[in-house]
């Protein structure tokens, strides 16, 4: 089975960043896309961006520009950076393969506001 560890989530001002990790162990040799997802109360957990290295990376519109999925210098590690954080970014955050497997970490919640 494969487990998956967020942390970094916090309570952050409007405009402030955060750095969420995500770390994954188990048997993952086979995965070679990972994303980062977030999910609020009574909502659909929706994908916020996922990479495949090295050659795609996907963004939702809603955070293109402001958040960057990225590898760490970490053996199976990864890295969401959030810029510009906006009250309507407060969720919790959960990283996971692509496609999503049936198991989910607990999730960092991150939280925007004043």
């Known amino acids: 089975q494969v487990q998956l560890v967020e942390l970094g989530g916090g309570l952050v001002q409007p405009g402030g960043s955060l750095r969420l990790t995500c770390s994954v162990s188990?048997?993952?040799?086979?995965?070679?896309?990972w994303g980062w997802y977030r999910q609020t109360p009574g909502k659909q957990r929706e994908l916020v961006a996922y990479?495949?290295?090295?050659?795609?990376?996907y963004y939702a519109d809603s955070v293109k520009g402001r958040f960057t999925i990225s590898p760490s210098n970490a053996a199976n590690t990864m890295y969401l950076q959030m810029n510009s954080l906006k009250p309507e970014d407060t969720a919790v955050y959960y990283c996971?393969?692509?496609?999503?497997?049936?198991?989910w970490g607990q999730g960092t919640q991150v939280t925007v506001s004043m």
């Open positions: 996971n393969s692509i496609p999503s497997s049936g198991n």
């Open positions: 188990g048997t993952i040799s086979s995965i070679r896309a």
């Open positions: 990479m495949s290295p090295p050659n795609y990376y």
